[in-house]
């Protein structure tokens, strides 16, 4: 009994110093775009108004928030969803909502990404079931999404991909850059792309972060290729949604 019991604290011993903290969190990001055809910006909206009571977490399970986006100049539309987790991001898309929604004939040139979230963005008020949202339509009024992507030349590990989330997530504030609500950190399921979803109340607050020394110099690095800053309006309907992030 006492080699047993020596054996034992032996391996659990080994097992915490061996364990590590994990790169992912579980919430997971999917992010949809898609084009309009024989269809104008009114009955688009009117479209939006009748199906967004259907895009919440009490009828899409593991639905944590949906912003209804949209980009008018570049004639894009979409959602940025939070879900719980990616299994419930997969049911999602075998769904007979989602199939509805892709069949419809005005709807059409669909894209799908979806993406893991960093252990760490917590830091960075990005993730979704932790943050501030509001329920007034108000709230919506000048909030814009700033999506990125970006891959590199070469690939940090997980242990450095790791510190640098821990580093830099609590630098992203509103404290740091005013307006700024928070950021997502994401990396894509094949691990290749990086990039973050950002919540700003303004698109002025967005073209000031541009300017800044910390975009600057990052999107400068020689090892980084940033090949995606789309910027979308909020629609008043995401609010139905629990996809207003507020400070």
């Known amino acids: 009994m006492k080699k047993l019991l020596i054996i034992a604290s032996v391996l659990f011993i080994f097992s915490c110093k061996n364990s590590k903290t994990p790169i992912y969190s579980d ?5 949809v775009n898609y084009e309009l055809e024989n269809m104008t910006l009114e009955e688009h ?8 009571p259907n895009f919440t977490p009490e009828n899409i399970p593991g639905l ?4 209804f986006i949209g980009d008018v100049d570049r004639g894009v539309f979409g959602g940025v969803y939070y879900f719980s987790n990616q299994e419930s991001v997969d049911v999602y898309l075998e769904s007979e909502l989602w199939k509805g929604v892709v069949a419809h004939p005005n709807l059409v040139n669909f894209k799908t990404d979806v993406f893991k979230t960093f252990n ?7 993730l979704h079931s932790m943050r501030k949202t509001s329920s007034d339509n108000s709230d919506t009024e000048g909030l814009h999404v700033l999506v990125v992507n970006y ?11 790791s510190k640098q989330v821990m580093e830099y997530a609590p630098v992203f504030s509103n404290e740091k850059f005013p307006g700024m609500i928070g950021k997502t950190m994401i990396n894509s399921i094949d691990g290749n792309v990086y990039g973050g979803v950002y919540y700003f109340t303004s698109r002025s607050a967005i073209d000031d972060y541009f300017g800044s020394d910390l975009w600057t110099g990052f999107e400068g690095d020689s090892n980084t290729n940033v090949y995606k800053k789309d910027i979308y309006g ?11 992030p507020v400070l």
């Open 27 to 31: 919430e997971t990001v999917l992010i």
């Open 151 to 161: 891959t590199n030349v070469v690939n940090p590990s997980d242990e450095e991909m």
């Open 45 to 52: 909206a009117k479209l939006g108004s009748e199906v967004a």
């Open 64 to 67: 944590l928030g949906k912003s």
């Open 120 to 126: 760490g963005t917590e830091l960075a008020n990005g």
């Open 234 to 244: 909020v629609a008043p309907i995401s609010t139905i949604s629990n996809g207003v």
